[in-house]
C-alpha cells in the first residue's frame, strides 16, 4: 500500500525552519511569526503568496497612521516580512513606495544619580539584590546577567565575558571588586546545589549551537552551569535530562519594581536605567567614551556618546545664569500671611449645643 502523501508544512512553520536554520535567536523568532501573523489578519487571511509590495506598504503605513507605533517597531516588521518573501517565498519585494515611516523622536535615557542607585540597591535582597548589583556594576544588559555562566566570570583579572550579546558579539567588562565576595558566596550555594542534583541523576543545563552534540557530557559540568540558576526544575523533552534554567528575567524585574516603589523614586527606572547609569557615571569619573563604548558593547560610537548629554553638569555643560543670582529665600509655608499681617481671629464658637469635635472641625 502506498504511503499517503506528506502535508505540506505550515507557512508559520516554514519561517520558523528557516529561521532556525539561521541560527536567528528563540526571541527573534516569536517575533517574527508573530508579525506575519498580523500581517495575513491585516489583508483578510489572505495568503502573503497572493499578495506583494503594495499590500506591504499598507500594512507597515497603518502602522505608523493608527498604530502609532515607533520607528524600531516599524522596522522589525519591515525586516520580518522582508525575511519571509526573500528567505520563504522566493519572492523580491523590490521598492515600498509610499510607505509612510514612523516619525524618529531622539529619547535621552534615564539616568539615576550615584546616591539614588545606592538608595535603590539597598532596598534590594537576596539573589535578585545581587544581579541587579552586577548590572550596574558591570552595565550589563538583563538577559546578559541572567545568561552568565560560572566560566565567565574571571576573578584573577576582574573581569566578565559576556557571551553572544546583542547582535550575538562577545565582549569583556567590569567585574565590580565590591561583589567579589558576595559572589564568591553565592557560587558556593549554587556548587552545593549542583552536586546534589547530580547525585539525583540531574544537574543538566542548555548547551549553545551544537556543543550539546560535540561535548556530550559538557552538560553536567560545573564551568557550564548558570551563575544565577533557577529555583525549579525541569524534563527536557528530546533528551529526558533533568535541566535547570537560570532565573527568569522577571523575578529581577519585579524585585526591581518594588525597589523603585519601596524608595518613592521619582523617575520611570527599569532595570535597564542600571546600564545608563553605569555608563554615566564612568563619563563623569572622566573615562575615555571609546573605552566605555568596548565595555557597553555598542559597534557604533554615535550609540556611546548619547550619555554625553546627560552628564551631571547641565545641558550640555553649560551653567545656568540663573546661579550668579542671590539665593532665594524659602517661600511663606501654607496657613502663613505673606503680607505680615495678623491672622484674622477664629470665630467664637456658637452657643448652645455645638461639642468639641464640631467646635475643631469646623
Not at 539573589?127 to 556594576?137: A, V, W
Not at 551631571?312 to 505673606?338: C, F, H, K, Q
Amino acid at each position: 500500500m502506498p504511503a499517503p502523501p506528506r502535508r505540506k508544512p505550515r507557512l508559520i512553520d516554514e519561517l520558523r525552519a528557516a529561521l532556525r536554520a539561521r541560527h536567528y535567536s528563540p526571541r527573534t523568532e516569536r517575533a517574527y511569526a508573530g508579525w506575519v501573523r498580523r500581517f495575513i489578519r491585516f489583508h483578510g487571511l489572505r495568503h502573503p503568496v497572493r499578495m506583494a509590495a503594495p499590500e506591504v506598504t499598507a500594512f507597515l503605513s497603518a502602522l505608523a497612521r493608527q498604530g502609532r507605533v515607533s520607528p524600531s517597531t516599524q522596522n522589525q516588521a519591515l525586516a520580518a516580512l522582508l525575511f519571509l518573501y526573500r528567505e520563504v517565498l522566493g519572492v523580491e519585494l523590490g521598492w515600498l513606495d509610499g510607505l509612510v515611516r514612523a516619525k524618529a523622536t531622539p529619547r535621552l535615557p534615564v539616568v539615576l544619580a550615584r546616591d539614588e542607585v545606592a538608595t535603590l540597591l539597598a532596598a534590594t535582597t537576596g539573589t535578585p539584590g545581587l544581579m541587579l548589583r552586577l548590572m550596574y556594576g558591570a552595565g550589563l544588559r538583563l538577559l546578559e546577567c541572567c545568561r552568565l555562566r560560572v566560566k565567565d566570570l574571571d576573578f584573577a583579572r576582574h573581569q566578565i565575558t559576556v557571551r553572544s550579546g546583542k547582535g550575538r558579539r562577545d565582549r569583556r567588562t567590569v567585574l565590580p571588586a565590591t561583589l567579589r565576595d558576595a559572589l564568591t558566596r553565592h557560587l558556593e550555594e549554587v556548587r552545593r546545589q549542583h552536586l546534589r542534583d547530580v547525585a539525583r541523576g540531574a544537574g543538566w543545563v542548555e548547551l549553545p549551537g551544537a556543543l550539546e552534540r560535540k561535548l556530550p557530557g559538557a552538560g553536567q559540568d560545573w564551568p557550564w552551569q548558570w551563575v544565577f540558576p533557577a529555583s525549579r526544575t525541569y524534563v527536557e523533552p528530546k533528551t529526558h535530562r533533568r535541566r535547570r534554567h537560570h532565573l527568569h528575567e522577571t523575578v529581577l524585574q519585579r524585585a526591581f519594581r518594588a525597589a523603585v516603589l519601596a524608595t518613592r523614586l521619582p523617575k520611570r527606572a527599569t532595570c535597564h536605567t542600571l546600564r545608563h547609569s553605569f555608563a554615566t557615571h564612568l563619563l563623569e569619573d572622566g573615562h575615555d567614551i571609546r573605552t566605555i563604548q568596548e565595555l557597553l558593547g555598542h559597534r557604533d560610537l554615535k550609540t556611546t556618546m548619547v550619555y554625553t548629554h546627560v552628564l551631571n553638569r547641565g545641558a550640555r555643560g553649560v551653567p545656568s545664569p540663573a546661579d550668579r543670582l542671590p539665593p532665594l529665600e524659602a517661600p511663606p509655608g501654607p496657613g502663613t500671611n505673606p503680607d505680615d499681617t495678623p491672622a484674622p481671629t477664629p470665630r467664637p464658637a456658637l452657643r448652645g449645643g455645638s461639642s468639641e469635635a464640631e467646635r475643631e472641625v469646623d
